[in-house]
T-cell receptor
Framework: DAGVTQSPTHLIKTRGQQVTLRCSPISGHKSVSWYQQVLGQGPQFIFQYYEKEERGRGNFPDRFSARQFPNYSSELNVNALLLGDSALYLC?????????????FGQGTRLTVV | DAKTTQPPSMDCAEGRAANLPCNHSTISGNEYVYWYRQIHSQGPQYIIHGLKNNETNEMASLIITEDRKSSTLILPHATLRDTAVYYCIVRVAKVLDAGNMLTFGGGTRLMVKP
């Protein structure tokens, strides 16, 4: 079975540009979350989507937005890129409808802003 | 979610047991202890979780103290491939919680040496 897939794997953007990152969850998983991991730190939660609705949001500016599609895939958009947005962006999916379950992470998209 | 405290780094000899401690002194009765690890340049990987009883699976054992204020992840026979950053996460188990909204700390960088 395919795991969580993210695209692209690497990306270089210029300050002020916009970027879209994509994530396909494991088949059957209806919830997707996004994380930002700056070098040397643990992942920081950005968004959680469940059944196409935003269910959680971390402490990130409005330049960050996301959406989930009917097939449960998701996109993360970042506008007006700053140098500080350079990071590994991780997507995680999990099975829903239980009180405790594990998250499955993709390999991430490495974004470099120059 | 309760905050966790972990040592920033630990070493372990190959073939020996690796014991990774985690302090979560403010944990509530409905909060689970989860462990994930992140091998360099990969997404985090779920290891194990528990509420109050000790747990064991094919990867590791989780020992939770009786007062639930601390826990230890045990890798019984560490290999070089276990070199990674290990994250201890305390998370409330909510109804229909998708399980992928996690608060990561700095983790413990485990170095397994030959």
């Amino acid at each position: 079975d395919a795991g969580v897939t993210q695209s692209p794997t690497h990306l270089i953007k210029t300050r002020g540009q916009q970027v879209t990152l994509r994530c396909s969850p494991i088949s059957g998983h209806k919830s997707v979350s996004w994380y930002q991991q700056v070098l040397g730190q643990g992942p920081q939660f950005i968004f959680q989507y469940y059944e196409k609705e935003e269910r959680g949001r971390g402490n990130f500016p409005d330049r960050f937005s996301a959406r989930q599609f009917p097939n449960y895939s998701s996109e993360l958009n970042v506008n007006a890129l700053l140098l500080g947005d350079s990071a590994l962006y991780l997507c995680a999916s999990s099975f829903s409808g239980t009180t405790n379950t594990e998250a499955f992470f993709g390999q991430g998209t490495r974004l470099t802003v120059v | 979610d309760a905050k966790t405290t972990q040592p920033p780094s630990m070493d372990c000899a190959e073939g020996r047991a690796a014991n990774l401690p985690c302090n979560h002194s403010t944990i509530s009765g409905n909060e689970y202890v989860y462990w994930y690890r992140q091998i360099h340049s990969q997404g985090p990987q779920y290891i194990i979780h528990g509420l109050k009883n000790n747990e064991t699976n094919e990867m590791a054992s989780l020992i939770i103290t009786e007062d639930r204020k601390s826990s230890t992840l045990i890798l019984p026979h560490a290999t070089l491939r276990d070199t990674a950053v290990y994250y201890c996460i305390v998370r409330v188990a909510k109804v229909l919680d998708a399980g992928n909204m996690l608060t990561f700390g700095g983790g413990t960088r485990l170095m397994v040496k030959p």
